[in-house]
């Protein structure tokens, strides 16, 4: 059996990581998705050379960090899915597993579709959100009898996960399939593209099986910015609980000084110093120095070649990314990633991008007054999620001394914020934000004062 990784188009909706990311080229856990994805196809025996990437948004992103796998085929970005499959279709006579790129599945039930009865299958998970945000399936007597996007409740009581394991013949018919969807509810809108599910509906009226397999993991599907803490947050939780006592890398050491209550995994070459007090399970990597009065509340992840000392504080289900520095009472939670630095009483929660400049005393503001999720509105649709008060600055950007950001606001990648400036929207990309004051001056001295 072969795979096939379905990098996607760009997602505005991703903003502020939409710019300078192919969605399953984020981090999770300081390891971009796409590695998780490849890794456990190979897991579940599928062989490198049968692994099939094709290429979209920054093609070029992708290609680099595939390089490390030297026979994964990458299909390039001007050959589209189904003109692949007509000129390429006897390839691929014993099956292929399709995974849309911005899905992430466990491997045990990555394993539980490729063994599944049917020679095509589809991966579903119960229905938890409305069925006009999704693509759906009607499932009946463990048969699925049609898909529908963004369809009225009644219409799906399943939502596709974005896995699929599909015989030649409805590879074959996916490779022929109308573009948007022939069958759907009446008035429903939808972009005039392939979808995988339309072909399947063909699939299904020729008269054959699909076999549905819901999901009993997990399933992540990145679309906001939000999902990045939601997915991270998950796996740090599920791999610091397998963490057992003390396990401490070569050069490392753990101060007599320190204070650690819970368990603790250290790389290569890493220090946890004097009065550093640890909380609940971390996991600390190669070359990093946690010191002087740090305090980590796991769970907690800290990236290679960083550092986190002088009274800095991480809350739980924290990623610091490789490359960061932490320090002088700076207050963490959330996912950092590559090159940031964040010192000198600064205060923040949510998604930081590579190499974001956080500024003296930048502080963030995640409850509302009311007390309720803040809404986020992208091209007209209101969205809000558990982390969606979150704080969200993008790649390359240069916060200013005593920025205070509002609940949920996204900052664009390569942006400069003026010093003193409540950032109260989004901010577009590339932009330059600068305070203006009024300033008003009087007559002040000893006589006014009263003499």
Not at 98 to 125: A, F, H
Not at 210 to 239: E, G, T
Not at 267 to 274: A, C, D, V
Request: aromatic fraction near 10%; include cysteine; hydrophobic fraction near 35%.
């Amino acid at each position: 059996m072969k795979a096939f990784i379905l990098c996607g188009e760009i997602e505005p909706k991703m903003f502020p990581f939409d710019k300078h990311y192919q969605i399953n080229s984020l981090p999770i856990l300081n390891k971009e998705m796409i590695f998780w994805q490849i890794d456990r196809l190979l897991k579940v025996g599928i062989l490198e050379s049968d692994i099939y990437v094709f290429l979209s948004y920054k093609p070029d992103q992708t290609r680099n960090l595939l390089r490390k796998y030297r026979e994964i085929n990458c299909i390039d970005p001007t050959l589209n899915l189904d003109v692949f499959l007509r000129n390429n279709l006897e390839q691929f006579k014993e099956g292929v597993i399709i995974q849309k790129g911005n899905c992430l599945i466990s491997l045990d039930d990555l394993t539980y579709l490729k063994e599944s009865e049917e020679d095509t299958s589809v991966l579903l998970i119960e229905k938890k959100q409305k069925s006009i945000d999704m693509i759906g399936a009607f499932v009946e007597n463990n048969q699925v009898n049609q898909f529908l996007a963004h369809a009225r409740e009644h219409y799906v009581n399943s939502e596709v996960a974005g896995v699929f394991k599909l015989d030649k013949h409805a590879l074959e018919t996916i490779s022929y399939a109308n573009y948007g969807f022939s069958q759907r509810v009446t008035g429903a809108m939808i972009p005039n593209q392939l979808f995988i599910e339309n072909g399947l509906n063909d699939y299904l009226k020729e008269g054959n099986k699909i076999q549905p397999v819901f999901a009993q993991d997990k399933v992540h599907s990145l679309q906001f910015p939000w999902d990045i803490l939601n997915v991270n947050a998950y796996y740090l939780n599920s791999f610091t609980k397998e963490i057992n006592g003390y396990s401490i890398g070569d050069n490392s050491s753990v101060s007599k000084e320190s204070t650690i209550n819970g368990n603790i995994q250290i790389g290569n070459n890493s220090i946890i110093g004097k009065n550093v007090t640890i909380n609940g399970n971390v996991i600390i990597g190669d070359n990093v120095n946690v010191d002087t009065g740090a305090i980590i509340n796991g769970p907690v992840l800290i990236g290679n070649n960083s550092y986190v000392k002088d009274y800095a504080k991480l809350e739980p289900n924290t990623v610091i990314g490789c490359e960061n520095r932490i320090g002088h009472n700076a207050e963490v939670e959330g996912v950092t990633m590559k090159g940031i630095s964040a010192i000198h009483y600064s205060e923040m929660y949510g998604v930081i991008g590579q190499y974001v400049d956080i500024a003296a005393a930048c502080v963030c503001g995640i409850v509302r007054f009311n007390d309720t999720p803040q809404i986020h509105k992208i091209n007209g649709r209101t969205y809000s999620d558990t982390y969606s008060n979150a704080i969200f600055i993008g790649d390359y950007t240069r916060t200013g001394i005593n920025n205070i950001f509002f609940p949920g606001v996204k900052v664009g990648s390569e942006c400069a914020l003026y010093p003193g400036l409540n950032v109260e929207k989004d901010i577009p990309h590339e932009t330059l934000v600068i305070k203006k004051e009024e300033h008003i001056e009087k007559e002040w001295g000893y006589k006014k004062y009263g003499w």
